[in-house]
C-alpha cells in the first residue's frame, strides 16, 4: 500500500502541468530492462510489474531537463505492454542571443506492445511496435483533446541471448527497427530504418537483492551506457549518460542530437513465487532460474534473483 501511494505521488508530481519540457527521450523510462531499446528473454520474470520515473539533464544553464514515468507490464513470458507519459522541452535556435531557448511543449503518452514469438535454449525473437504517441492538444474540441500521432510508430524485431559466468550473468540484445531506432528520421521522407544493439551484465555485487548491472547500448542514434544499482529487491536507482560519444557537447541542445545525464528509480512487483523456492537458502544459479520441483504450480524455468530468501 505505501508503495502505491508512492506512486500516486511521484505520478503527479511529474505529470502535473508546468513549463517544464520536452523530447520522445528520456532515459530509463521506457519499457524493457535497458536504457532506450527494448529487451527480450526466454525467460519469464521475476517481477509481472514495474513502475519508474527518469529526469535526465540535457543544460545547466540555462537549466533544462526532461521527465518521464513508466509502467512496464509482463503478464507471461510471451507478452509485454508498456505506457509512458513524458514531460519535453523543445530547444530551438535564439538569433538574438544565439543560445537555446526552452520551449514549451504538451505532455506526451505512448504505448508500447511487444511478443515473443520465438525461443530455443537460451535465445528468443521477439517483435513489437513502441511510440504509439498521444499528445495533449490545445484544442477544447473533444475529438481533439488527444491527437493520435500515427506517424511516430516504431515497428522492430530483435534477437536476445543469455550467458552464465560463474557469478555473472550477460544478455545481450540486438535488432532492427523502424523510426526512433532510425539517425535522422526528421530529415527524411520515407520510413526510416536502423539497427540497436546493447548489453546487459550482471555482477557478483549485491546478489541477494538482484545484482549490480552495467549496461551498454546503441539506440539507433548513439551510444548510452548506464548502471542500475538495487537498493532493496524492491527498488533499484539507475545511473547513466546519453550519447556519450557527444558528451563533450553537453548543453548544446540546438544539436540535432545531444547528449545527457539520466537518473531514475524503479519500483518492482514481484510475481508470485512457490514458497519452496523463496526459502531455499543463498546459492541459487547466477542468472536465478530455477527449475520447480514436481506437483509445485508455476512457470518452469521461473527466473528469480540470485539468492532471493523469503523475509523473517
Do not use: C
Request: charged share 20%; glycine share 10%; no cysteine.
Amino acid at each position: 500500500m505505501k508503495r502505491l501511494l508512492f506512486i500516486a505521488v511521484i505520478a503527479m508530481i511529474i505529470v502535473a502541468p508546468s513549463t517544464a519540457l520536452g523530447q520522445t527521450r528520456v532515459g530509463f523510462s521506457t519499457f524493457g530492462e535497458m536504457i532506450n531499446i527494448p529487451t527480450s528473454s526466454h525467460l519469464i520474470g521475476p517481477d509481472f510489474l514495474k513502475f519508474g520515473f527518469g529526469v535526465e539533464l540535457n543544460n545547466f544553464s540555462p537549466f533544462q531537463s526532461s521527465q518521464g514515468i513508466y509502467f512496464d507490464f509482463e503478464p507471461s513470458s510471451k507478452y509485454r505492454f508498456g505506457l509512458t507519459a513524458l514531460k519535453k522541452f523543445t530547444p530551438e535556435a535564439d538569433t538574438t542571443a544565439g543560445a537555446a531557448a526552452v520551449v514549451e511543449a504538451p505532455p506526451e503518452f505512448g504505448i508500447s506492445l511487444q511478443r515473443n514469438i520465438f525461443t530455443y535454449e537460451n535465445m528468443s525473437v521477439s517483435a513489437g511496435v513502441t511510440n504509439i504517441i498521444f499528445t495533449e492538444s490545445t484544442d477544447s474540441s473533444f475529438n481533439q483533446i488527444l491527437t493520435s500521432k500515427l506517424g511516430d510508430f516504431s515497428f522492430y524485431a530483435m534477437v536476445s541471448r543469455e550467458q552464465e559466468f560463474e557469478l555473472y550473468r550477460l544478455r545481450w540484445h540486438i535488432g532492427i527497427g523502424t523510426d526512433k531506432f532510425a539517425a535522422d528520421v526528421a530529415n527524411s521522407k520515407s520510413t526510416a530504418i536502423g539497427i540497436f544493439v546493447g548489453f546487459d551484465l550482471k555482477t557478483a555485487f549485491l546478489p541477494q537483492i538482484g545484482g549490480l548491472r552495467i549496461l551498454g547500448e546503441y539506440d539507433g542514434k548513439g551510444m548510452n551506457i548506464g548502471t542500475k544499482l538495487p537498493l532493496t529487491r524492491d527498488y533499484t536507482v539507475n545511473l547513466g549518460i546519453m550519447q556519450i560519444e557527444k558528451i563533450i557537447n553537453f548543453g548544446k541542445t540546438t544539436e540535432a542530437e545531444f547528449p545527457g545525464i539520466a537518473m531514475g528509480l524503479s519500483i518492482n512487483f514481484p510475481r508470485k513465487i512457490p514458497e519452496e523456492i523463496l526459502e531455499r537458502p543463498i546459492g541459487l544459479p547466477a542468472a536465478g532460474r530455477v527449475d520447480l520441483p514436481p506437483g509445485i504450480e508455476g512457470v518452469p524455468g521461473l527466473l528469480v534473483p540470485s539468492g532471493y530468501m523469503s523475509p523473517e
